[in-house]
């Protein structure tokens, strides 16, 4: 159908519309018309990538001067093949709609692992694998080399696309990675180096959030897309953590092995070139004596995007004279390595900041603050020059010297914590050094910076104030949109006490409790009597699912629950969850019903849906508050209470709010869907951790679903679900949460859409 | 750490973890107890490479490579010679070159080449800069300075931060005491029944309890975004009017002379019109400078209003 969106026509896939769409999509138009940020919540499975999109893209095509390109970030791969697939969708619209030929070039760009052709690298396992063999095929020495000796090995597709592929822009048109990999057999071209060229020209891609907030990366890939762009982070309910993961440095006594290996073998390479090759190093010497000059001038230009961890004022000046010389930067790395090993070597816990970290490396080993901000950027040349094929192996060194970087150049945000050995195992010695950041603005600046408009969405952003707070940013919407429902879908119910009045909670005091290991127990058996199906339940972590799943089988409870349905359990070993995953889903298809037992941050809570009867209901046992021991999560409390002003206890509330809807929120993908929702602690009664759930689950928690027991709920459930099993048909909800377009440009009808965003 | 040990006596870090590794100017190591036999008497030969050591010298070893603790050790004395800072050279290019040459010296002695002339080199530089050198000791160079400042503001603000707490519990606990005091005195004057008094003092309590509670957890809110912008402050969403007009489009102005049509610019030099005007310089041609351009104006002004309509 053909919308008309605050003045401006708007192709919409599908013959219905959610009124929750139309709003977001107002909300949206909004947020690009005035150039801003916006930050948008809308319940998971009411359409929110076709919103995007449709809208999106009728605005490129607009006002092509304001918005030129649109850089869709996604989690995981099968979702950006999902947002290519909605893509495709749209465009196969617009050009039945407009029968013209469109000239829209979509694209989605995944790591070397998933784009490679080549028969010999694509059978590698792992991605760095791949990434450093494809390295030493394609590096440009490499190819330089092939001239003199051509028996030297260099990718055939590459060198293709090489030739070739540049001069020819890829044709208009959606490509997923699939469409991309068969484009490159056909042609004989890199499909990875294909994309990462085409990017520049498409007007819509598709990739993971790396690509744009991990400056390593980042740097690499992202850094010459146009201003004039709108960038979309879906899912970025956890925005802030990848914010945080991508700035921080874990480096233990392992790392510090193979970095000495690493140095070992460039200081061997200095040797073997200087006999061979000295020219070579004297034409290195002499450009770092000029400055980083090429560099610099590109930045100037404003084509790039600010690199965090290259801060402007290195690229303005020379690398200082102390590690000019490769040999000198050698022993310059040796020093920095024996001193962290040094600081490894310590029996108690130290925390420190980046500032006394610095005067103590001083006072130690004599390394001033400035050569060691150059050190990534020395190493990187060194690299370069030693004509190192496969740098996969010099990981360790990167990373050390990365962390030398960030080190001395950010004096605020970071902390260090060197701990001797893990909490758990207090006897074991396993030293790690933690540089950890502790604000995700940092990461994140360049991109709010660099970009006109950025809108950040997900099903789960509640409460939507706290994420400009972390991220730093002043957006110009911030909504929080609900879902229409036809009837009522979701039953969120919060289970205080057993039927024998004692009080649930996971919380530290009751961990251990018997009488409310049983309950749990009860809970899970009764339900598991009452609900069709599938059954999801989260745990708080790994250590209290093992206790309390070994509790129950002591009690004879798991037999129990067994009678009614089989049981599954996630653990930390990936390819053992998917089997179990599968074993489920399996049980549910065939009508035997299951339960899932899992935790909450773990993979199935966070990529997994259960649709329909996959997931009838979910029960979340507990509070999924982190790990609140931790030295690291500790000094981001403070962190954040200092420089934010954001309590301890509201960021932890808020964060393990955040992941129980993300649970919860696993069960209802779309509004067909119905299911259970059992909040199992009697903390979620509070009003403050009530009041952090999203507003879509929050709207249908009532007075009287607030501190039941295990019987009561049961009560309620048989109830939702007896009503639920009526048959449902799509005309029950056309004009109340589906509309036609005549219903849509109804005025009582836009009246009411215009309450369904709630601004905050 | 474990597997390294003496090389002398053989001890491991495993066998004796209280060993201690000692390390002398020439990078070899010894055990504490292997030093105070070999070098009773306050000097010897290295048992590697024979260099004349003293005691004296011996150092516990920091690092696992023993060469480091050498180049350290070396490098602290080179940069005692060497301490010139960047704002004595005129550009960042000479400093940079002067680093260089520290790092060379630096990397010569502690690899043992060409050590002797290095020596000299040294002395000669020493000899030279000595009133530099004497004045730079005592300063910090730039960056250790701002280092220090750093280090001054963090622990400023962590000892403020302690201090608030300290007189928040302070406070507390006095006002928490003042309400025991009342509740005695209380007891001791009024004429109400104790349980009475009991109750709402309990009653009292709880509300200092709470107020206590509230008060730690109020943390002053900011208002300021770091980009300066205010963080409530009501920003326009209404987008911006977008201004419609008519494209600009250029018309040749046309002059009525009423007289004879003047002659265009290009055809001056056909009717002979430049022959008696000064030919364009070299230099004035290079900033686009025609003499036809001065001749044109002169015969537009010429010719306009040559015979002016009358009324």
């Known amino acids: ?760 | 750490m474990d597997d390294q040990g003496c090389p002398r006596c053989k001890t491991t870090k495993y066998r004796n973890p209280s060993l201690k590794l000692m390390v002398n100017v020439c990078g070899h190591t010894l055990c504490e107890n292997c030093v105070e036999m070999l070098f009773a008497r306050g000097s010897g030969n290295c048992l590697q490479c024979d260099t004349p050591l003293r005691k004296s010298n011996f150092r516990v070893q920091l690092f696992e490579d023993a060469a480091i603790d050498k180049e350290v050790e070396i490098r602290k004395k080179v940069m005692k010679i060497y301490n010139k800072r960047e704002f004595d050279f005129p550009s960042l290019r000479e400093y940079n070159d002067y680093l260089e040459q520290v790092e060379d010296i630096v990397y010569n002695l502690t690899n043992n080449t060409d050590v002797e002339n290095t020596k000299l080199r040294m002395e000669h530089y020493q000899k030279e800069n000595r009133d530099i050198i004497q004045r730079n000791k005592a300063k910090l160079t730039r960056e250790q300075e701002e280092l220090e400042e750093l280090l001054l503001l963090e622990q400023q603000s962590s000892e403020q931060r302690r201090l608030e707490v300290l007189q928040e519990e302070q406070r507390q606990l006095q006002a928490k005491r003042k309400s025991k005091q009342a509740l005695l005195d209380e007891l001791e004057k009024s004429q109400v029944p104790a349980k009475l008094l009991l109750a709402q003092h309990k009653v009292r309590a709880a509300q200092l309890e709470t107020e206590i509670e509230q008060q730690k957890q109020n943390v002053k809110p900011t208002s300021i975004f770091s980009t300066g912008i205010q963080i409530r402050q009501n920003v326009c969403l209404q987008p911006l009017p977008r201004i419609e007009e008519v494209l600009y489009q250029y018309k040749p102005i046309r002059v009525e002379t009423y007289g004879p049509p003047v002659p265009e610019l290009e055809q001056l030099g056909r009717f002979g019109y430049l022959n008696h005007v000064r030919a364009t310089t070299l230099q004035e041609a290079a900033g686009g400078y025609t003499s036809a351009l001065a001749c044109h104006r002169a015969i537009q002004d010429a010719f306009s209003g040559l015979f002016p309509s009358k009324g």
């Open chain 1, 1 to 760: 159908m053909k919308l008309n969106i605050d003045g401006l026509l708007v192709y919409f896939p599908y013959d219905y519309i959610y009124p929750e769409q139309y709003s977001y999509m107002l909300e949206l138009k909004r947020t690009l018309d005035a150039k801003g940020h916006g930050v948008l919540e809308m319940p998971s499975g009411t359409g929110k990538t076709i919103s995007l999109l449709s809208l999106i893209v009728a605005y490129q095509r607009a006002f092509p001067l304001e918005v030129t390109k649109l850089i869709y970030c996604s989690r995981t791969v099968p979702e950006i093949e999902k947002v290519v697939e909605e893509l495709r969708k749209l465009m196969e619209f617009y050009a039945k709609e407009t029968e013209e030929v469109n000239n829209f070039l979509a694209l989605a760009l995944s790591s070397r692992k998933n784009l490679c052709i080549h028969p010999e690298v694509s059978s590698l396992r792992f991605g760095k694998e791949v990434d450093g063999k494809c390295h030493s095929l394609t590096a440009s020495y490499v190819r330089a080399q092939r001239h003199g000796n051509p028996n030297q090995p260099v990718c055939r597709f590459y060198e293709e696309f090489d030739a070739v592929g540049r001069q020819v822009p890829l044709p208009a048109g959606v490509y997923n990675l699939d469409d991309l990999k068969d484009l490159g057999r056909r042609k004989g071209w890199c499909p990875y180096y294909l994309a990462r060229y085409s990017i520049l020209h498409a007007n819509i891609v598709v990739y993971s959030y790396h690509y744009l907030l991990d400056p390593k990366i980042a740097d690499l890939v992202s850094k010459e897309l146009a201003k004039k762009s709108v960038v979309v982070f879906d899912e970025a309910h956890n925005i802030d953590n990848v914010c945080i993961d991508s700035m921080s440095v874990n480096i233990t006594r392992r790392t510090l092995d193979r970095c000495q290996n690493n140095v070992d073998t460039l200081q061997n390479t200095i040797q073997r070139i200087k006999e061979t090759d000295a020219a070579k190093l004297r034409e290195e010497y002499r450009r770092l004596v000029e400055g980083l000059k090429e560099a610099n001038v590109a930045r100037e230009t404003d084509v790039y995007l600010a690199n965090p961890v290259l801060p402007d004022e290195i690229l303005k000046e020379a690398v200082p004279g102390s590690i000019r010389t490769a040999e000198h930067f050698v022993g310059f790395l040796r020093r920095f390595l024996e001193y962290l090993k040094s600081r490894l070597r310590v029996q108690h816990v130290v925390q420190e900041s980046a500032p006394q970290f610095l005067k103590d490396i001083f006072d130690k080993v004599c390394i001033d603050r400035k050569p060691l901000r150059f050190c990534a950027e020395r190493l990187q040349s060194l690299l370069r020059t030693l004509e190192i094929t496969d740098i996969s192996d010099f990981s360790a060194v990167t990373l050390i010297s990365n962390f030398a970087t960030l080190v001395s150049t950010y004096s605020q945000g970071f902390t260090i914590i060197i701990e001797p050995f893990e909490d758990r195992t207090p006897t074991i010695a396993n030293p790690v050094l933690h540089f950890s950041c502790m604000d995700p603005s940092i990461a994140i600046k360049p991109v709010f910076q660099r970009f006109q408009s950025v809108i950040i969405t997900s099903g789960t952003l509640s409460p939507v104030d706290i994420y400009p707070r972390i991220l730093d940013f002043r957006p110009v919407t911030m909504a929080s949109f609900t879902m229409t429902l036809a009837r009522t879908c979701l039953c969120p119910l919060i289970v205080g006490r057993g039927n024998d009045q004692v009080a649930l909670s996971s919380k530290f005091e009751t961990r251990e409790d018997f009488a409310v290991i049983r309950n749990y127990g009860n809970l899970l058996l009764e339900m598991s009597a009452v609900v069709p199906d599938g059954i999801v339940a989260f745990f708080t972590s790994y250590v209290y699912m093992e206790n309390i799943v070994a509790s129950w089988y002591e009690q004879g409870i798991l037999e129990n629950i067994q009678r009614n349905k089989l049981i599954f359990i996630e653990t930390q070993d990936a390819a053992e969850t998917s089997m179990a995953l599968e074993k489920y889903q399996e049980a549910c298809e065939n009508g035997r019903g299951a339960i899932l037992l899992s935790v909450a941050r773990g993979k199935v809570s966070e990529g997994i849906d259960f649709v329909h009867h996959f997931g009838r209901a979910v029960i979340m046992f507990g509070v999924p508050y982190v790990y609140t021991q931790s030295r690291i999560l500790k000094a981001r409390l403070e962190y954040l209470r200092d420089q934010f002003q954001i309590r301890e206890n509201d960021f932890l509330t808020f964060d393990a709010m955040r992941h129980a809807a993300q649970c919860v929120g696993r069960a209802i993908r779309g509004k067909t869907d119905y299911g259970l929702m059992i909040f199992a602690d009697k903390r979620y009664a509070r009003a403050d951790k009530r009041g952090k759930l999203p507003r879509w689950i929050q709207e249908h928690i009532n007075d009287g679903s607030l501190n039941l027991t295990v019987d009561e709920a049961v009560q309620l459930s048989k109830h939702f679900l007896r009503q639920m099993a009526q048959p449902f048909s799509q005309v029950d909800q056309l004009g109340l949460s589906l509309l036609t377009l005549e219903q849509l440009e109804s005025p009582e009808m836009l009246k009411k859409i215009a309450q369904i965003a709630h601004q905050t």
